[in-house]
């Protein structure tokens, strides 16, 4: 019989083509966004634009002064835009594939055949989809700087690697939900559902909440309230909101790990 060492090491072998292409499919949009900077700031009178819009939107904007930077720029359209949304959808489509994935492949008996406890795969695996999405972040984070020099913008790249890896602890919420998911449903899809859901609601919710005052109450459970307001353009990390986070995502294994050493496991 084959003998499966590391769940960890494993799981990063099967993941490391994908760290390359998701990092690689979505650091070079970032690093369009860059390029195409100087031209937004020529091409827009920002005060006159802003004063346009409907007065929702512009209470959704807020002071359009912060968008006149590329590190305003950015967080408008990438670090609070489609960075949060991709890098969730990779933790959710792995953390759907933890469990239910090896019953779907018929390949759960061999995983539990080895010498594992069933908490020691789940944190394992759990375990290599955060370092995978680090590493998708630091692919984005390497052309984003490629961006910055090819576009010839001036850039805080300190900031820009940090709102980069800022986006990690909310993925790893949603990636987290959908472990839980793996654990309990028998296919991948039902878990994918699930966080999916979650994932959509928590992107609408928080596009709404400035423009309804019926919603502001809510807002706070939304996933990406958190991850958007842990880092502001004119501040440093506020640490109180990546905690939430972090252990948000801790107790979402927690409760996997518990769920699975429960789960009946058939094929």
């Known amino acids: 019989m084959i003998m499966l060492r590391s769940i960890l090491l494993k799981t990063l072998r099967d993941l490391r083509g994908q760290v390359l292409v998701w990092g690689l499919a979505v650091g070079i949009p970032c690093a369009g966004s860059i390029a195409f900077f100087p031209s937004f700031q020529d091409a827009m009178e920002l005060q006159e634009f802003v004063g346009m819009l409907p007065a929702p939107i512009q209470q959704l904007i807020g002071d359009p002064s912060w968008m006149a930077t590329l590190e305003g720029f950015l967080k408008m359209k990438v670090f609070d835009g489609f960075l949060p949304l991709l890098l969730a959808m990779f933790t959710i489509i792995q953390g759907s594939a933890t469990v239910a994935g090896e019953q779907e492949r018929g390949t759960i008996d061999f995983l539990m055949a080895q010498p594992v406890t069933r908490p020691r795969v789940v944190l394992e695996k759990s375990a290599a989809i955060a370092t995978a999405t680090v590493g998708i972040c630091a692919v984005i984070s390497v052309a984003m700087m490629v961006g ?47 966080s999916g859901a979650v994932l959509v609601w928590s992107i609408f919710l928080e596009m709404l909440a400035p423009m309804a005052d019926a919603l502001q109450p ?16 004119d501040s440093g990390l506020q640490w109180g909101y990546v905690t939430v986070l972090l252990v948000l995502a801790a107790v979402l294994v927690g409760i996997s790990v518990w769920v699975f050493q429960r789960k009946e496991l058939t094929v």
């Open 148 to 194: 910055t020099l090819l576009a010839g913008v001036e850039a805080d790249t300190g900031w820009l690697v940090l709102a980069t890896f800022n986006v990690v602890p909310g993925a790893l919420v949603f990636g987290g939900l959908a472990l839980v998911g793996s654990c309990v449903f028998r296919r991948p899809r039902h878990a994918m559902m699930l």
């Open 218 to 233: 809510w807002r706070r459970l939304s996933v990406m309230y958190y991850s958007s307001s842990s880092l502001p353009v």
